[in-house]
């Protein structure tokens, strides 16, 4: 079997390859649902190379098809790439030795597919080279944004994009990521790695029902992060 590398640019570029399909799909169909709420094709791309952020993207989308003001658009937006910032904090301690605007380039461009896959490459090899994660972010970056304009340029011809599945190609992605991510732990950590589960899931059900989804995520991360470093040195 052909030894796995975290090194060079392009093996980034091919530790992206796994979730390009999911970028594609979700990617168009984004496309799709920004040319139906009247965004030209060149809004559809700068929106993808600004905001980056799929699930930002539909929000925008589904906002602007309402009519809401600025304002709302901007305030919900922030509270849902929240997350990013937990993200960046918690595989920042393996970039210590890169410069800043080395992190600043690793952080931007991190999204949670890119996340997913980097995370899973720390928990193999313990440390990854600065050019290997820009090779993971920026191929997924640009696949977006391919895949994007592309939904856009035929988003006439395909109105309904949950006919050929691009609805679920993005919860087939993350499927597919949480797979590999728990393969590792569980061999190691069952325990641990059950609480930390268990913690996420119950918090994020009982918040969903008295708080918004965007906040409920992001206290059921932190619970989540908490029960994961008390927990650390038990199991």
Known sequence: ????????????????????????GIGFALGVVGKGVGLSVFAIFLMSVIVYA?????????LIAIQAPITSIIATVFLVNLRHFLMS???????????????????????????????????????????????????????????????GLLGNFIPEPEIFGL??????????LFLFQVELPLKTKTRQTLLVLLSVILVLYLLIWLTTPEIAVIVSALVGCLVGVITHDKY
């Open 167 to 176: 609805d679920f190609a993005l919860v087939a992605m993350f499927l597919g």
């Open 1 to 24: 079997m052909e030894e796995v590398k975290y090194e060079t640019f392009v093996d980034g570029m091919k530790a992206c390859v796994p979730t390009i399909l999911g970028y594609l």
């Open 54 to 62: 799929g699930s930002a993207q539909f929000i925008i989308c589904g």
């Open 89 to 151: 904090l918690s595989v920042a301690p393996y970039f210590r030795q890169a410069s800043l605007l080395e992190n600043v380039g690793i952080g931007t461009l991190l999204i949670d597919e890119s996340y997913g896959v980097l995370t899973m490459a720390l928990k193999r090899m313990g440390k990854v080279s600065v050019a290997w994660t820009n090779g993971l972010n920026i191929c997924a970056y640009l696949t977006w944004i391919v895949a994007t304009v592309l939904g």
